[in-house]
C-alpha cells in the first residue's frame, strides 16, 4: 500500500509538470515577436526596424482595421488582437506594391502571397512559428521565420506561370532576383527576405519544414491552387496565368510527309514511268509510219498535185479548188491582210517625207509626256498593291498608330576569342561570360555608342541631331531616345558600368551581377542587389535580352557572342520635311560608320534608307553595264543587217544607216509607251526601265532583219517597180510580223490583270511599246528601207550617201547565214533518223522540267538586291546569324469593340475572367508552339496591364480629390484618393464611365518604383483614343516573331500569323488583322504560284486566240505555237531549278516577257510552214526553217546573246541572276524550241495544206521564178 501511494504521487507530479508545460507553449503562443516600428534601418534607408515586443497582442484601430482588410481580406481577426499596428500595415503595403502590381491578376497566387506576409506581420500566434534571433537595443534586426514546405511548393505553384503582360516575360523574373526558369519555392521566398533586396529592413531567415523544429510549428497555412476560385468570389486565374488550368499542351499539326513513290520523289518516279511510255509509243509510231511508208508512197498534195484530178491546181481547170470553207476563208482574210499591207508598203515608199515627218511628229508628242514622268523606287508601292489586303492593313496601321518606326542598327562582335568566369561573392556556380561582355570592349562600345548620339547632320541648312529624330516615348516629361542596347542596363554611363559595390578584399556586386539580374527582370526599378542600380533604360522602357544580345543558347544571354544596338527613329506620314531630317541624319549614320575603326570590334550596321540607297548605287554602278550591252547589240545590228556581195562595195552594201535607223525606232517605241502613260500619271518602275528595252529591242529587230532579209533576197519582177517590190514583200511578212506583235501586245496587257504591281506596270509598257514599235517598222521603216534601197541602187555609199561608186557588174548572192540554214542545218535537223532523237531530247527536256516545277523555290533573298560589294551584305549576313528574335508583329483590333462592357473586355484580355478564347489567350497558347506557329511571346497587353493598374489596392491609380487630375504615383500629397473605392464592386475591373474616366490617365502614366504598370511607355501608340477621350478606337497587342533568315521563313510567318488572326476573329466575332513591317512585301509569295499560272495561262489564251485568226483561221497551227511556247516556259522552270532562281515579281516579269519573246521564235516559223506549197510536210518545214529560220537567228538569237554575256560582268548579283541567267535561258531556250524542235514537230503533225492558200499561191506566183517550186 506505501508504494502505490508514492507512484500515484510521482506520476500526478508528472502530469502537473507536462499541462505547466502545455500552459506555458500556449500562453507562449499567444506573444508576439515584434509590435509597432522603432529605429530607422541601418542598411535600407527610409525603412524601419520593428520593435522588439513579448507580450500580448493589442487590438488594432479602425484605420488599422481597414488596412488589414485591404491587405489581408482572407483573414477575419474579428475583434482579436494582433501583435502590428497600422504604422507597420502601412509599411507592408508601401512593400508589396511591386507583387500586387504583377501578382494581383491571379487571385489564387496573391492571397497565398499576402498569407505568407500577413501571418509574418500581424499573426497573434507569431511567436508559434517565429523567432528574433539578433537585436540592436529595442529594434528586431534579425527572425527566423518557419515556413511550411507544403504551404511554400503551393504558393509557388500558384504563381510561377503569371505573366507580366507589357514586358512579354513571366512576372516571377521580376520578383525572384532571377530569370523565370531558374527560380523555385524556396529560392524565391528566400530573395523577398533577402536584406540586399532592398525593400526588407531587416534580415528575415526562412526555415523549410513540414514538421516542427526547435519547437517551432511552422506556419502551414491554407493555401489556394490557381485553378481555384476564392471564397470572396474571385475567380481561378487565367490559362495564360496558369498551365494547369490549360490543359494540355497545344500540338502542332504533323508536317504533311513528302510525296513520294518507293521512297523516290513522285513526280520524279510519274515522269519518267510517262516518258519512258512516251518514247516506246513514239518509237513504235516512227517504225510502223516507216514501214508503211515503204510499201506506199503518197505526198499529202496528190489530190492537188495530180493532173488527171480535175480539181488539182495541175489540172485543166485552174479556176477550181476543192477548199473547205474554213481554208476558203482563212485565205481570204490572209488575201485581205496581204492587200493591206502592200499597198500601205507602196505607199510608204513613195511618200517617204510624209510617212517620217508624221511618224516623227507623232512620236514626239507621245513622248512629250516623258516631262511628266515619275519614277517610283518605294518598294512598297512596287511590289504591294494599293488594294491587296496587307498593303489595306499597312494603310489602316498608319492611320491609327503611326507608321512603323525607321530603324538604325548595330550588330557588333569582336575578333578577341577570350571568356571569363564570374563567381557570384554571395555563392553559386561559376557563370560563363563571352568576350564581347568583357567590361573593356563595353566601354569601347559605349564610347561608339555615344558617338553615334552626338552626331549632327545638315538638312536645308538646319542642324539635325539623334534627339531631333528619335523615338522618345515618354516625351516631353522624358526626352530621352530610346536605344535598345545592353548599355542602357547601365544607364548608358561609364560611372555606372564601373559601378561596384565590395571592401579591399572582396566585390560584392557589380556590372556582371547586374547584367545577370537585368536580362532576367528588364523593367526592374532596382536590381535588388548591393548595387540597386535600375535596369529600365534611361527613355523609359525595358531593353529586353533577346532584342539586344545575339549568339547566345537558349536564355543563357552571358554566352551572348554579338551586341545589338538599334535606335528607333520616328516615321512620318506626308511630312517630307521631318522625313528628310532622318534620312539626313541616317546618311551621316551611314558615313560615320564606314570610316569608324576600332581592332577589338567587328560591325554591321545598315539603317532604314540603305538598301533603298544601295539599290541606286547598284542601278548606277550597272549603267556601264548596261550601256555596254546595249552597245554591242547596236554595233552587230548595224553591221549584221547588210549584205555585203563584195569587197568594193562594202559601203555600198553595208546598211549601218538603216540598222541605227532601225534603232531608234525601237527606242522611240520604248519613250512613246513611256510618255503616253507618263500623261496619265501612271509611274515608272526601275524593272520598266531595265526589261522593256530589251523586251522591245528582241522583238522589233527580229521584225528589222525579216523585212531587211526578205528584201535581199528576192528578185524584182518584170516591169515592177521599187516601190511595188517592197510593197508586195511587205505584203508577205507583215501577216507575221502582225501576228506576233498583235499576239504579243494582248498577252501582255492581260497580264496587266496581275494584282502585283510590278508586273502590271512592266505589261501596260510593254504591251504599248511593242504594238508602237510594229506600227513605226512598217511605217517609218519601210520608208527608210525604200530610201537605203534607191541608196544602194544608185551606187551611193553607206552613211557618206553624197559620194558614189562607179558602175560594175555584180553578182547577187545569198548570205551565208542563209545559205548555212538552207543547205546544212535545216536538211540535217529534218533527217529521217535526226527526228525523232531531237523529239526524245526536247520531251525528256519537258519531262525534266515538270518533275522539278514544284520544287522552284518562292521568294527573293533580300542580299541578291544587293551589289556584291555592300555592307548591307555583311548586316544580311550577321542577322541571321546572330539575332534570336524576328519582327515585331501586332494584332490589330478594328474599331468597334466595346471595350467599357464585360462582353467586350473578356473577348480580348488575358486575366482573371477572360474566356479561355479570347484574342491574349490564343496568341499566348501560339507561343507554346513558336516553332510551328513563329509566335515568339505572349503578347503585350494594355487592356490586362489597366486592370491591374486601376485597382484600389494598388497605389498606381490615384487624382487630386479637389480638380480630378491624375497623381502619380511617386506624389506625396494627401489630396490624392485611390481611383477606385475599396468596396467589393470597386474591386472589379472599372465598366462604362469608370473604363474611359480613367483609361487615359493610364497611358499617360511613366512607370516608376512605386509603381511599375504605367502605361506611358508601352501603350501610349497602341490605343487610338475617340476625340475627347470619349471612347476606344483601334487598339493593338504586340508581340514578336522567332527568328526568320530566309524567304521561306518570312512567307511561313505571314501565314501562320494571318490564319491565327482569322481564328481570333472568328472566337470573338470581331476583325483582328495581324501585321508586321515584311507583310507588304511578302504577300504577293502567298499567291504567287496561282498569278504565275493565271498570268501565263491568260498570255497563252491570247496568243492561241489571235494566232487562230491571224493564221486565217488555222486552229492546229495555234496550237502547236501554243504548245512549243508552253514547252519553252515549263522548261523555263526547270533552268530556274538547276540555276537556283527563286519565283518572285521580277522572275515572273521575266517569264511574262519569255511567253512574249517566244511568240517571236515560234509564229514566224509556223506561218512560213502554213502557206508554204512544197510536196510534204518535211519538205514545207525545211523551207519553213530556211527562209525565216536565218532571220530568227540572226534577229534574235545572236543580237541578244552579245548583250546577254555582258550582264553576267555585273556587280548586280540580281542582273546576274534575275537578267544574265534568265535570259541567257529564254534566249537558248526560245532559240533550241523554234529552231530546232518546231519543225520537227510540224514535220511530224503540222497542219496540212491549205488548199485555197495553194490554189492562191500558184495564181499569185503564175509566170514568174517562183512558178517552178511547185512543179
Known amino acids: 500500500m506505501g508504494v502505490l501511494p508514492g507512484k500515484t504521487l510521482s506520476s500526478l507530479l508528472f502530469f502537473i509538470i507536462l499541462l505547466s508545460e502545455g500552459h506555458f507553449r500556449w500562453v507562449e503562443a499567444q506573444h508576439c515577436v515584434w509590435y509597432g516600428e522603432c529605429g530607422e534601418s541601418i542598411k535600407v534607408p527610409g525603412k524601419k526596424y520593428n520593435c522588439n515586443y513579448t507580450g500580448p497582442p493589442k487590438p488594432l484601430d479602425s484605420q488599422g482595421y481597414d488596412l488589414l482588410k485591404e491587405l489581408c481580406p482572407g483573414y477575419d481577426y474579428g475583434n482579436r488582437s494582433l501583435c502590428c499596428d497600422a504604422n507597420q500595415l502601412n509599411t507592408l503595403k508601401g512593400s508589396l506594391q511591386l507583387p500586387l502590381q504583377f501578382l494581383s491578376r491571379c487571385p489564387a497566387c496573391f492571397f497565398n502571397l499576402m498569407n505568407l506576409f500577413c501571418e509574418l506581420t500581424c499573426s497573434p500566434h507569431q511567436s508559434r512559428f517565429m523567432n528574433a534571433t539578433d537585436f540592436n537595443g529595442t529594434n528586431v534586426v534579425e527572425v527566423q521565420y518557419y515556413i511550411g514546405q507544403t504551404f511554400t511548393n503551393a504558393m509557388y505553384n500558384a504563381c510561377k506561370d503569371v505573366q507580366a503582360p507589357s514586358s512579354n516575360v513571366k512576372a516571377l523574373s521580376l520578383l525572384c532576383g532571377k530569370d523565370a526558369k531558374d527560380c523555385n519555392a524556396t529560392n524565391w521566398i528566400q530573395y523577398m527576405f533577402d536584406i540586399n533586396n532592398g525593400q526588407v529592413p531587416f534580415s528575415i531567415t526562412p526555415i523549410f519544414s513540414d514538421v516542427p523544429v526547435s519547437g517551432y510549428t511552422p506556419m502551414n497555412n491554407k493555401t489556394y491552387d490557381c485553378t481555384e476560385g476564392l471564397e470572396d468570389g474571385s475567380g481561378p486565374c487565367s490559362c495564360q496565368d496558369c498551365a494547369k488550368d490549360c490543359g494540355p499542351k497545344p500540338v502542332p499539326p504533323p508536317l504533311p510527309p513528302p510525296w513520294t513513290i518507293l521512297g523516290i520523289d513522285a513526280m520524279t518516279v ?57 481554208e476558203t476563208m482563212g485565205e481570204c482574210f490572209e488575201n485581205a491582210l496581204r492587200t493591206l499591207f502592200s499597198c500601205w508598203g507602196s505607199f510608204c515608199v513613195r511618200r517617204p517625207s510624209l510617212v517620217i515627218l508624221g511618224s516623227l511628229m507623232v512620236v514626239a508628242a507621245c513622248s512629250g509626256g516623258l516631262v511628266y514622268m515619275r519614277i517610283t523606287t518605294d518598294p512598297v508601292e512596287l511590289w504591294s498593291a494599293p488594294t491587296s489586303q496587307a498593303r489595306q492593313e499597312k494603310d489602316y496601321f498608319d492611320s491609327h498608330f503611326g507608321p512603323f518606326f525607321r530603324t538604325a542598327q548595330l550588330i557588333i562582335t569582336t575578333p578577341l576569342n577570350d571568356t571569363f568566369l564570374y563567381s557570384p561573392y554571395f555563392g553559386g556556380s561559376d557563370v560563363p561570360f563571352g568576350a564581347i561582355l568583357d567590361k573593356g570592349i563595353l566601354h569601347q562600345v559605349l564610347d561608339l555608342q555615344l558617338d553615334i548620339e552626338s552626331l549632327i547632320a545638315t538638312y536645308e541648312g538646319e542642324s539635325v541631331t539623334l534627339k531631333d529624330i528619335c523615338l522618345a516615348p515618354l516625351a516631353p516629361y522624358n526626352n530621352n531616345c530610346t536605344i535598345l542596347s545592353v548599355l542602357n542596363y547601365f544607364q548608358n554611363s561609364h560611372t555606372e558600368l564601373d559601378h561596384s559595390a565590395g571592401d579591399e578584399f572582396f566585390v560584392y556586386a557589380d556590372f556582371h551581377s547586374h547584367f545577370l539580374y537585368c536580362v532576367s527582370a528588364p523593367a526592374s526599378l532596382n536590381d535588388t542587389t548591393v548595387l540597386h542600380d535600375p535596369c529600365l533604360g534611361t527613355y523609359g522602357g525595358p531593353i529586353f535580352p533577346w532584342l539586344a544580345l545575339g549568339g547566345y543558347d537558349e536564355t543563357n544571354y552571358n554566352n551572348a557572342t554579338a551586341l545589338v544596338i538599334t535606335f528607333p527613329l520616328n516615321n512620318y506620314l506626308n511630312d517630307s520635311v521631318r522625313v528628310g531630317k532622318a534620312l539626313a541624319w541616317e546618311k551621316e549614320f551611314i558615313k560615320f560608320m564606314k570610316n569608324f575603326k576600332n581592332p577589338n570590334l567587328t560591325i554591321a550596321f545598315s539603317s532604314e534608307r540603305s538598301i533603298e540607297d544601295e539599290i541606286d548605287r547598284e542601278s548606277n554602278s550597272d549603267i556601264g553595264t548596261i550601256v555596254l550591252s546595249y552597245a554591242i547589240m547596236f554595233i552587230y545590228i548595224s553591221l549584221a543587217l547588210g549584205h555585203i556581195n563584195s569587197c568594193r562595195r562594202v559601203m555600198v552594201d553595208s546598211k549601218i544607216s538603216l540598222g541605227i535607223a532601225g534603232i531608234l525606232i525601237v527606242l522611240s517605241s520604248v519613250s512613246s509607251s513611256l510618255g503616253i502613260f507618263s500623261y496619265f500619271g501612271i509611274p515608272l518602275t526601275l524593272i520598266v526601265i531595265e526589261v522593256i528595252p530589251f523586251l522591245v529591242l528582241a522583238v522589233g529587230v527580229d521584225n528589222i532583219f525579216i523585212i531587211v532579209q526578205t528584201y535581199q533576197r528576192d528578185e524584182r519582177m518584170p516591169q515592177e517597180e521599187l516601190h511595188q517590190q517592197i510593197g508586195r514583200i511587205l505584203g508577205d511578212v507583215a501577216p507575221s510580223m502582225f501576228l506576233s506583235s498583235f499576239s504579243e501586245t494582248v498577252a501582255f496587257f492581260l497580264g496587266a490583270l496581275s494584282s502585283m504591281p510590278a508586273v502590271r506596270t512592266f505589261s501596260m509598257f510593254a504591251g504599248l511599246a511593242i504594238f508602237i514599235d510594229f506600227l513605226l517598222q512598217i511605217s517609218c521603216f519601210v520608208s527608210l528601207l525604200g530610201l537605203d534601197a534607191r541608196r544602194q541602187e544608185g551606187n551611193r555609199l553607206d552613211i557618206f550617201c553624197c559620194a558614189k561608186l562607179p558602175e560594175g557588174q555584180e553578182t547577187k548572192t545569198d548570205s551565208f547565214l542563209f545559205r548555212f540554214f538552207k543547205k546544212i542545218f535545216a536538211p540535217f535537223i529534218l533527217k529521217e533518223w535526226v527526228r525523232p532523237i531531237i523529239v526524245a531530247v526536247f520531251v525528256g527536256m519537258l519531262s525534266f522540267s515538270i518533275a522539278v516545277v514544284n520544287k522552284v523555290e518562292i521568294g527573293l533573298d533580300q542580299q541578291l538586291s544587293m551589289p556584291d560589294d555592300s555592307y548591307v551584305l555583311d548586316y544580311f549576313k550577321n542577322l541571321s546569324m546572330y539575332l534570336h528574335t524576328g519582327a515585331p508583329v501586332y494584332f490589330v483590333v478594328e474599331d468597334g469593340l466595346d471595350y467599357s462592357s464585360p462582353e467586350g473586355q473578356n473577348a480580348v484580355c488575358g486575366g482573371v475572367g477572360c474566356s479561355n478564347d479570347s484574342l491574349v489567350q490564343q496568341v499566348y497558347s501560339a507561343s507554346l508552339i513558336s516553332n510551328y506557329t513563329t509566335i515568339a511571346f505572349t503578347p503585350s497587353s494594355w487592356l490586362d496591364d489597366y486592370f491591374d493598374w486601376v485597382k484600389p489596392q494598388s497605389s498606381c491609380c490615384r487624382y487630386y480629390n479637389a480638380s480630378g487630375d491624375f497623381c502619380n504615383a511617386s506624389v506625396v500629397n494627401p489630396s490624392c484618393v485611390h481611383c477606385r473605392p475599396m468596396t467589393p464592386e470597386g474591386k472589379q475591373r472599372p465598366e462604362g464611365e469608370d473604363f474611359m474616366r480613367f483609361l487615359p490617365m493610364f ?134 531549278w538547276l540555276w537556283n532562281i527563286s519565283l518572285n515579281a521580277v522572275s515572273l516579269v521575266n517569264l511574262v516577257m519569255c511567253c512574249g519573246i517566244s511568240v517571236e521564235f515560234c509564229s514566224h516559223i509556223v506561218r512560213a510552214f502554213s502557206i508554204s506549197v512544197k510536196k510534204n510536210r518535211v519538205e514545207r518545214a525545211e523551207e519553213a526553217l530556211a527562209h525565216m529560220g536565218s532571220s530568227v537567228f540572226s534577229g534574235i538569237t545572236l543580237t541578244k546573246f552579245g548583250g546577254i554575256t555582258i550582264l553576267a560582268l555585273s556587280k548586280s548579283q540580281i542582273f546576274q541572276v534575275f537578267y544574265f541567267r534568265m535570259y541567257l535561258a529564254i534566249v537558248l531556250l526560245g532559240a533550241t524550241h523554234g529552231l530546232i524542235f518546231l519543225p520537227v514537230l510540224l514535220s511530224y503533225i503540222g497542219p496540212s495544206v491549205n488548199k485555197a492558200k495553194v490554189f492562191a499561191a500558184n495564181k499569185r506566183n503564175a509566170g514568174t521564178e517562183r512558178e517552178r517550186l511547185l512543179n
Open 1003 to 1136: 497611358l499617360s502614366d511613366n512607370p516608376n518604383i512605386k509603381c511599375g504598370k504605367g502605361g506611358h511607355a508601352a501603350y501610349a501608340t497602341a490605343v487610338d483614343l475617340y476625340p475627347n477621350n470619349t471612347g476606344v478606337g483601334a487598339t493593338y497587342f504586340m508581340t514578336y516573331h522567332t527568328i526568320l533568315k530566309e524567304s521561306p521563313d518570312y512567307i511561313e510567318a505571314l501565314k501562320m500569323a494571318r490564319i491565327l488572326a482569322e481564328n481570333i476573329t472568328q472566337s470573338i466575332g470581331h476583325k483582328v488583322f495581324a501585321y508586321s513591317i515584311f507583310y507588304v512585301f511578302y504577300e504577293q509569295y502567298l499567291t504567287i504560284a496561282y498569278d504565275t499560272a493565271v498570268n501565263l495561262s491568260l498570255s497563252l489564251a491570247a496568243i492561241f486566240v489571235v494566232s487562230t485568226v491571224l493564221l486565217g483561221f488555222e486552229l492546229w497551227s495555234a496550237v502547236l505555237v501554243s504548245v512549243t511556247i508552253a514547252m519553252i516556259l515549263v522548261n523555263m522552270f526547270g533552268v530556274m
Open 270 to 326: 510519274i515522269m519518267w514511268i510517262s516518258y519512258t511510255t512516251f518514247l516506246l509509243f513514239f518509237i513504235g509510231a516512227v517504225l510502223g509510219a516507216w514501214c508503211y511508208r515503204k510499201r506506199t508512197v503518197m505526198s499529202e498534195y496528190g489530190p492537188i498535185l495530180d493532173s488527171t484530178d480535175p480539181l488539182s491546181l495541175n489540172g485543166n481547170n485552174p479556176d477550181q479548188v476543192n477548199a473547205s470553207c474554213c
